[in-house]
Every structure is written in C-alpha cells, then in structure tokens.
C-alpha cells in the first residue's frame, strides 16, 4: 500500500500546482468582475488555501507513507482521507451538473479521469486503513 500512496502523493502535488492555473484558465478576471468583492476575494482566498491543503497532504503522503500504511495513527489518518475523498467522489458524481461536460471532449475526459482518481485514492485509502 505504501507505493499507492506515494502515487497519490505525487497526484496531490500536481493537482495542487494546477490549482494556480485556475484564474487564467476559468477566465477569473473577467468572471470574477460580476461579483461582489467578498465573494470575488473567497474564490481566490479559498482556491488558495484548498490548494495548499492538497500540497501538504501530497507531501504528506510521499514522505510518510510508511507511517501512514503501518502505524495505527497513520492508518486513521489514511482512514479519513479515504473518507474524505470518497465524498469529494460522490460530489463528482451528483454535483457537478452533466451540462459541464456532456458533449464535450475534453471536459469529458477530465471528468472521467477524476471519477477515476477519487475512486483509487478513497479505496486506497480506506484499504490501508484494514491492512
């Protein structure tokens, strides 16, 4: 399980880095434009810091899987963030409206691929929870 948590760690770093694309990509500087200045600092405040979260749990994973797949503590930690991603996976599923990416090629394939990723890390997760 060790090695399964590494990749989730290298996945975590990436997808935190890919987080600071997000204003360029979503076109952030006009669409943010519409809202109010609380609502406009949230977006940005609040990417940031899920970004961050992501990072150190990325971090976390690379360099204490060993911990995290042998210790009792690290097997509880392993536990909720099996939790945790398996919930961000049934937002994946039954949020995010069908209108975001049915028809669309790429939006497609990012969603899938997600569906996937959340599926691996919450099962990893949670399997290393009762190995």
Do not use: D
């Not at 392993?78 to 069908?98: M, N």
Request: glycine share 6%; proline share 2%.
């Amino acid at each position: 399980m060790e090695t399964h948590i590494q990749i989730i760690g290298i996945f975590l770093v990436l997808l935190a880095l890919v987080h600071f694309i997000f204003p360029k990509y979503f076109g952030w500087k006009t669409e943010l434009q519409k809202l109010e200045l609380i609502n406009k600092q949230l977006m940005v405040v609040h990417t940031f810091f899920i970004a961050l979260v992501v990072f150190l749990i990325g971090i976390l994973c690379i360099f204490y899987s060993y911990e995290l797949t042998h210790t009792y503590f690290g097997k509880t930690i392993a536990l909720g963030l099996g939790i945790f991603w398996f919930i961000r996976l049934i937002f994946q599923l039954l949020v995010y409206s069908p209108k975001l990416w049915r028809g669309k090629s790429f939006e497609t394939v990012v969603h899938i691929f997600f569906i996937i990723m959340w599926t691996y890390m919450s099962s990893s997760f949670a399997l290393t929870y009762y190995y």
